[in-house]
């Protein structure tokens, strides 16, 4: 299958809003066999932590690039960054050498039946008949100029050892990606009155995992070019899309964590 291994990158936009999390790095299985010693209070200990995490980066990198052709279709590793600044360069570095995951900077509920409530981005996403989400991306210059949004759901076993679920009803194999206006401010808070307005409908996507999806609609090599939420990408860009579901319901907590869970922007290679 000359399909990809996406390295999944956090928006340099995105900050977790939810919790004060502070873990650099959430170590892939077989990369740190101890965990680092959590010592605050010590400058060096912060230090050393960070540049042991960028080095663990950059191996997981080299170890992304030498094994892509040969590796299961979801190699599949989770940075997360401390601030907008550490980091920068060497994600850009990375963006040149394969294609890449993002995770959303915005994850905004609007709810039908509320109209005036304002929710803001947070990682619990819900579609229903009265519930959508929005999502935005901030798209930097990068080398891959084709794009798709996409579900990227873990097998149950996988998804169960990680605490990864997501409870539903109903047929998800038809849900709705729409391309929406971006706001002129910031989209991390929306109530149904103030969503963006939807421009078109891009397509459809299946919430499964990759080999369920590919099982079930019967897709060939090389669907990833084939998606029809594909885009041109390439230039700086945001993107802002609404993810609905109609005659079903999904729930889960979409977290930048391993393996993702998640409605995502794929580059294609
Ligand atoms: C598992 O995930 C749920 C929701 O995502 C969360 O509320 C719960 O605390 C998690 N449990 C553990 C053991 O991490
Ligand atoms: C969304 O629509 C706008 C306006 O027509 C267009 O410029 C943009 O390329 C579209 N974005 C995507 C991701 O399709």
């Not at 304002?118 to 009265?130: F, N, Q």
């Not at 149904?192 to 999806?213: D, H, Y």
Request: aromatic share 10%.
């Amino acid at each position: 299958m000359a399909s990809y291994s996406p390295l999944r990158m956090h928006d340099q936009e995105y900050q977790p809003e939810d919790s004060g999390e502070e873990a650099i790095l959430l170590p892939s299985k077989g990369f740190i066999s101890e965990p680092p010693k959590a010592d605050p209070a010590s400058k060096w200990t912060t230090r050393a932590t960070l540049g042991l995490s960028v080095l663990v980066v950059a191996c997981a990198c080299a170890l992304y690039v030498t094994s892509a052709s040969i590796s299961r279709p979801r190699n599949v590793y989770g940075l997360r960054q401390p601030d907008q600044h550490p980091g920068l360069e060497f994600s850009h570095e990375l963006g040149r050498k394969g294609p890449m995951m993002y995770f959303p900077g915005a994850i905004v509920r609007v709810n039908k039946a509320s109209p005036d409530q304002v929710y803001t981005s947070s990682s619990h996403v819900i579609l229903s008949d009265d519930d959508s989400m929005f999502f935005q991306w901030h798209l930097h210059k990068s080398k891959f100029t084709s794009c798709y949004i996409d579900s990227v759901v873990p097998t149950p076993e996988d998804g169960y050892a990680a605490n990864k679920t997501y409870t539903s009803s109903g047929s998800l194999t038809q849900i709705q990606i729409w391309n929406v206006t971006t706001p002129t401010k910031s989209m991390k808070s929306l109530s149904w009155n103030s969503r963006p307005q939807r421009i078109a409908l891009m397509g459809t996507v299946a919430f499964l995992p990759e080999k369920e999806k590919i099982e079930q609609l019967e897709l060939e090599d090389g669907w990833q070019s084939l998606m029809p939420t594909r885009f041109s990408c390439g230039e700086k860009a945001t993107v802002s899309i609404e993810v609905t579901c109609e005659g079903c319901r999904l729930e889960f907590e979409q977290l930048f964590s391993d393996p993702p869970l998640a409605f995502d922007l794929m580059e294609i290679g």
